[in-house]
């Protein structure tokens, strides 16, 4: 059934159908794209975050369903546009093997597909949500080096005089610390790439999921990979610890402590806006459901 809301706007329940219909049909067209997505995501840990981006994306759906009311099916011109982008782009990659190519464009496809039956306001006003699915292109190995060998440099840096300064003797060569007589490689021990993505996107989720002012947003953004670092560290500095003092559980807490670090980064948010709230710093606006 169809809120009577919604049926006056000209919805139907064949426009749900329909683009479930059209969504499946544009994921089967590329589906080695996306069975490639899928493979990376399951046995890359750098890569993971993208089992994440279906979440993100329904929660800035559901915290904007309000705006469905203003949503006419209108605009479905630009859903077969996308599309024959996407499917170019797609293509491209395909024959040049260029990897971000070939999974953006599927990706595209994808969007373009449901557009074609819901229209260009569901586009406009959804806006984040479809944004956020860049996330489920798998950032090449090549790009991932460029940034994961400074960004681990610098980590086990931060970590070694955090350390220091707790009167903890830790030695450091590269991006390798050295901890009562153990090493400990950061890149093994706790990845700061990979829990940037993972970071990032919690930012974004709680950046467009609230109804914060627009300069807000874009701090938060911007913030994000400092954040994600920072949070990254906290995490090392008792991982290493315990791979020096007690290695048989460091692995048990190395992967369960990123996951905690997600809600984790969320909270602190949370306590960043009630903290500028305190401030009488402006960051939220009250507004309805459709207008965030």
């Known amino acids: 059934m169809i809120p009577r809301t919604f049926s006056r706007n000209g919805w139907t329940i064949w426009h749900l159908l329909g683009a479930l219909a059209m969504l499946a049909l544009g994921v089967w067209i590329t589906r080695d794209a996306w069975q490639d997505m899928y493979r990376i995501a399951s046995r890359d840990e750098e890569s993971t975050h993208i089992f994440l981006v279906p ?27 996308i599309i024959v982008v996407g499917w170019l782009i797609h293509s491209v990659g395909d024959l040049h093997m260029i990897q971000s190519f070939y999974h953006g464009g599927a990706v595209l496809v994808a969007v373009g597909c449901v557009l074609s039956v819901t229209g260009s306001d569901i586009f406009l006003r959804f806006m984040p949500a479809f944004a956020v699915l860049v996330f489920l292109v798998p950032v090449p190995g090549s790009v991932r080096q460029q940034i994961a060998i400074p960004l681990q440099t610098h980590t086990a840096k931060v970590t070694q005089v955090l350390f220091e300064l707790a009167d903890l003797p830790v ?6 610390l050295s901890i009562n007589g153990v090493e400990v490689a950061i890149a093994e021990a706790c990845n700061g790439l990979r829990m940037v993505f993972a970071l990032v996107l919690v930012s974004y989720a709680f950046a467009f999921g609230t109804p914060l002012r627009s300069y807000v947003r874009v701090l938060i953004l911007v913030a994000s990979p400092a954040s994600a670092v920072a949070c990254n560290v906290v995490r090392l500095l008792p991982t290493v610890w315990l791979y020096g003092y007690y290695p048989s559980i460091a692995d048990k807490f190395h992967d369960i402590s990123g996951w905690v670090m997600l809600p984790l980064a969320f909270f602190l948010l949370l306590g960043v806006i009630r903290v500028l709230r305190w401030a009488l710093v402006p960051v939220t606006h009250y507004t309805l459901a459709y207008e965030y």
Request: hydrophobic residues 55%.
């Open 55 to 81: 979440l993100v994306a329904a929660w800035l759906v559901f915290v904007r369903r309000g705006r469905l009311r203003l949503c006419l099916p209108r605009g479905a011109w630009l859903g077969p546009v």
């Open 171 to 176: 030695g450091i060569s590269g991006n390798v």
